[in-house]
Structures are given as structure tokens and as C-alpha cells.
């Protein structure tokens, strides 16, 4: 399985972005696609997440602020980011889990900075 993500990129403060993971196979295979996050020197943190049924969940820094959708027919998954901040600036990784307590599959990071 490869997920393939990419969208980041140097933004300032308020401005947005969206970040794709394109998968190699049919995400309805997956029980869960999520976005996590990992900022130099802190550990990795799960951002938002979607479920096969539609289930979304977010941490609660980027409720309001980030949106997580998926396109089963492109096997895609996207986080809308929002009114982006500093504390937003980290390498963001997508995951798959093929079920519950499945250690998922990652994807490579894709750098999000956002500084004036």
C-alpha cells in the first residue's frame, strides 16, 4: 500500500491550504484515513480523521479550522486547512488503518510552515 501526500508548502498566518493523499488502492478498503502531524520536537498527534462511514474527528486546535474529506472514487483523502498559525507549522503525514489496532500505513510527510 502507498499513500502518496503532498500540498504543503510556506504560508503566512490566516491564509490556507489543502493537503492531499492519494492512495494506491481503494480506500474503501480502509476502516479509518487520518492526517497527523509532527512539529520539530514534539511527538507526532493525530490532526483529523475519517471513517469508512463518514465519521469524522479532530484535535481540538483545528476544530473549526480544518475540514478532513475523502473521494472514494479518486482513493483520496484531503485536509482542508484554514486560518492557518504558527503552531500549525509541522510535517504532515496521512494514515490508514485497514482496521482497529491495525498500525495503519503512512504515508511520506508533506512540510506545512507557516510564518509571516
Known amino acids: 500500500v502507498q499513500l502518496q501526500a503532498s500540498g504543503g508548502g510556506l504560508v503566512q498566518p490566516g491564509e490556507s491550504l489543502r493537503l492531499t493523499c492519494a492512495a494506491s488502492?481503494?480506500?474503501?478498503?480502509?476502516?479509518?484515513l487520518g492526517w497527523y502531524r509532527q512539529a520539530p520536537g514534539k511527538q507526532r498527534e493525530l490532526v483529523a480523521a475519517?471513517?469508512?462511514?463518514?465519521?469524522?474527528n479532530y484535535v481540538d486546535s483545528v476544530k473549526g479550522r480544518f475540514t478532513i474529506s475523502r473521494d472514494n472514487a479518486k482513493n483520496t483523502v484531503y485536509l482542508q486547512m484554514n486560518s492557518l498559525n504558527s503552531e500549525d507549522t509541522a510535517a504532515y503525514y496521512c494514515n490508514a488503518l485497514l482496521f482497529l489496532g491495525h498500525a495503519g500505513y503512512w504515508g511520506q510527510g508533506t512540510l506545512v510552515t507557516v510564518s509571516s
Open positions: 475519517v471513517t469508512r462511514g463518514g465519521n469524522t
Open positions: 488502492l481503494s480506500i474503501l478498503n480502509f476502516y479509518q
